[in-house]
């Protein structure tokens, strides 16, 4: 049985669309518990009204107090055991739509991975995406190529700088649910933490076919802003950014994006230390002590350890700006 879990806020403009699109899948054994954080609108309205309408098909949870951020409310309801007795569970955002295939695909390559690795372990397989505007409009086939992402990169080194897993995107077999047992103190985002989780205890599989639309619009948490290499340079240095945003404001976003990054990383060796091989210990601890060395230091440790980023020039600019 497929489990998913739907965090909602404030979502009464587009989450009816989604949940039906969940209810529409091909596969037919799972069911959809929607977690709300707190909505000031019509949301949970139009949720009971879908759980009338499709009886022992959705469950409702209201968080309070709310948990106050996407990552800390999904990570709550693995904490929690809110996937119930799903062997499988899938991350939905309140304002995708899925293709009706994308249940049936995901769990056929999960399953293919449990033939090879047995279901003991810890698995994640995600898919690329649609982006698509507020109205469903194509803006691009791949959000992968959209975002200039590299799927491909999905050793732990390389997760702790740059995620390349998307949480509407993901599966989770229950052997890696269950490996989260507490919400961490420190996380950049709940796909990024469970990226980690599973290149160190187990294994990554991605889809390279679109199986849901992403809707980029105003109040995405994490939008899909496209990339650009000269503009990424360029951005840096505070020339030709959208936001107007300075060097020193740039600077100061970096400095907060990378301490975040190391945080995150402490959190990480703090929580599962006991369940760590010697090597990746030494891995995480070489990250974490880049702050603490020279620009020299910091950028043999980022080159020496592979904390780099799938492009040249986002490495460059790792090594330059990282304080």
């Known amino acids: 049985m497929v489990t998913v879990l739907l965090c909602t806020y404030n979502g009464e403009k587009y989450v009816r669309e989604q949940i039906r699109s969940i209810l529409d899948q091909s596969y037919?054994?799972?069911?959809?518990?929607?977690?709300?954080?707190?909505?000031?609108?019509?949301?949970?309205?139009?949720?009971?009204?879908?759980?009338?309408?499709?009886?022992?098909?959705i469950s409702l949870i209201e968080q309070?107090?709310?948990?106050?951020?996407?990552?800390?409310?999904?990570?709550?309801?693995?904490?929690?055991?809110?996937?119930?007795?799903g062997d499988y569970i899938m991350l939905s955002d309140q304002d995708d739509v899925w293709?009706?295939?994308?249940m049936e695909k995901t769990l056929r390559e999960?399953?293919?991975?449990?033939?090879?690795?047995?279901?003991?372990?810890?698995?994640?397989?995600?898919?690329?995406?649609?982006?698509?505007?507020?109205?469903?409009?194509?803006?691009?086939?791949s959000y992968v190529e959209y975002q200039k992402m590299t799927p491909e990169r999905k050793?732990?080194?390389?997760?702790?700088?740059q995620n390349n897993v998307v949480g509407g995107a993901m599966m989770v077999n229950r052997a890696?649910?269950?490996?989260?047992?507490?919400?961490?103190?420190?996380?950049?985002?709940?796909?990024?933490?469970?990226?980690?989780?599973?290149?160190?205890?187990?294994?990554?599989?991605?889809?390279?076919?679109?199986?849901?639309?992403?809707?980029?619009?105003?109040?995405?948490?994490?939008?899909?802003?496209?990339?650009?290499?000269i503009m990424e340079v360029l951005g840096r240095f505070g020339i030709g950014r959208k936001d107007g945003k300075s060097r020193a404001e740039m600077?100061?976003?970096?400095?907060?994006?990378?301490?975040?990054?190391?945080?995150?990383?402490?959190?990480?060796r703090e929580m599962y230390g006991d369940r760590l091989g010697d090597k990746q210990k030494r891995m995480l601890d070489s990250f974490i002590s880049i702050p603490e060395k020279n620009r020299v230091g910091k950028i043999i440790t980022i080159?020496?350890?592979?904390?780099?980023?799938?492009?040249?020039?986002?490495?460059?600019?790792?090594?330059?700006?990282?304080?």
């Open 155 to 161: 050793a732990l080194n390389q997760l702790l700088v």
């Open 176 to 229: 890696l649910a269950e490996l989260i047992k507490e919400v961490p103190e420190h996380c950049v985002m709940h796909d990024q933490w469970l990226a980690l989780v599973a290149a160190a205890f187990g294994e990554i599989r991605f889809i390279s076919e679109s199986l849901y639309k992403y809707r980029q619009h105003g109040n995405n948490v994490l939008g899909a802003e496209k990339g650009s290499r």
């Open 28 to 57: 037919r054994d799972f069911s959809i518990v929607v977690s709300d954080d707190g909505s000031k609108d019509e949301t949970l309205n139009i949720v009971r009204e879908l759980m009338e309408a499709h009886p022992g098909k």
């Open 110 to 141: 999960m399953q293919a991975l449990e033939v090879i690795f047995g279901k003991e372990k810890p698995l994640l397989v995600h898919c690329d995406s649609e982006v698509v505007d507020q109205e469903l409009r194509a803006i691009s086939p």
């Open 251 to 268: 600077d100061e976003h970096s400095h907060k994006v990378y301490t975040e990054l190391f945080r995150q990383a402490e959190c990480f």
């Open 64 to 85: 309070v107090p709310p948990t106050g951020s996407a990552e800390r409310h999904f990570l709550r309801l693995f904490a929690d055991r809110q996937y119930g007795d």
């Open 99 to 102: 293709n009706p295939d994308k």
């Open 303 to 323: 080159l020496s350890g592979g904390f780099t980023y799938n492009m040249l020039h986002r490495t460059v600019g790792e090594c330059l700006f990282i304080s």
